[in-house]
């Protein structure tokens, strides 16, 4: 195809390095059997390398200038001309049995988004290995009470495993990003706890980091759950959010649900 120059605008850097694509590809190590999204194909460097080596293989591409090409190419790839965000994933899901995978150089100035629409549809998922900014992986897996510890460590926490596989330097790109980047490998867990519970456990999240420099006192009470009086959470309210791990944030997510119905308080 002819050369397609990247757009800033979809936040394109395209992966050229074949050692680190293969690195990625092991990572992976996609099966027959596997429901594979890749996110932003692009050229296909990566599609490439996947194409054959599973039934159930799409792309979501939103750049329609390349779409043409990666049809060719790749003639029994499923190609979804859209914004990955705006995708219903129950429709890419083969089969109740099997989970999808997702997979992909991601535009690192929407992988916030994309991790947590993910985590909105954590059921449907299996797991996800994306190539992202070094320093959104380090807030995926940071601990508490470190600067990078907030809203995406905590529910990666809750709803997955997530481990940083290995660096990637900016020449690996074209063009070159001015940031280091990093492949990590999110697990998404089998909870058994119902949509609603998890659904108040991550507004939960949101309202304590809401006012990240305030106390949980302060901060939950300019949050939907302004009404609730926590007093008897047995959680030091003086403590800011970064301070507390998973399972404080959890035992109030439960505090919270035997104080009230909070159907009316999803966001």
């Not at 916030?112 to 994306?130: Q, T």
């Not at 495993?161 to 280091?180: G, I, Q, R």
């Not at 106390?215 to 759950?225: D, G």
């Not at 403590?239 to 505090?255: C, G, H, K, M, S």
């Amino acid at each position: 195809m002819q050369k397609v120059k990247p757009l800033k605008r979809f936040g394109q850097n395209y992966l050229h390095d074949n050692n680190i694509i293969k690195k990625i590809v092991r990572e992976i190590d996609p099966k027959p059997d596997d429901t594979i999204v890749e996110i932003g194909p692009g050229r296909g460097a990566l599609t490439e390398h996947i194409y054959g080596k599973t039934n159930e293989f799409f792309a979501v591409e939103i750049d329609k200038r390349v779409i043409d090409d990666l049809g060719s190419r790749f003639p029994d790839l499923k190609l979804i001309q859209s914004d990955f965000l705006k995708i219903d994933l129950n429709l890419l899901q083969s089969s109740e049995n099997y989970r999808i995978r997702i997979i992909g150089n991601i535009p690192y100035n929407i992988t916030s988004p994309i991790i947590f629409k993910a985590i909105n549809n954590s059921e449907l998922i299996e797991d996800m290995v994306f190539t992202v900014q070094e320093e959104v992986a380090k807030r995926m897996i940071a601990k508490k009470g470190t600067k990078n510890y907030g809203i995406l460590a905590v529910l990666l926490k809750y709803f997955s495993e997530t481990k940083l596989c290995f660096k990637v330097s900016p020449n690996a790109f074209f063009p070159k990003p001015k940031v280091t980047s990093a492949v990590v490998h999110i697990i998404l867990k089998k909870l058994k706890s119902e949509k609603n519970e998890q659904q108040t456990f991550i507004n939960i999240v949101k309202a304590a980091f809401g006012n990240r420099r305030k106390t949980l006192k302060n901060s939950l009470s300019n949050s939907i759950f302004r009404e609730i009086n926590f007093s008897g959470a047995d959680i030091d309210l003086s403590l800011r959010a970064e301070q507390l791990d998973v399972n404080d944030f959890i035992q109030l997510a439960e505090f919270v649900r035997d104080q009230l119905n909070l159907s009316d308080l999803a966001f």
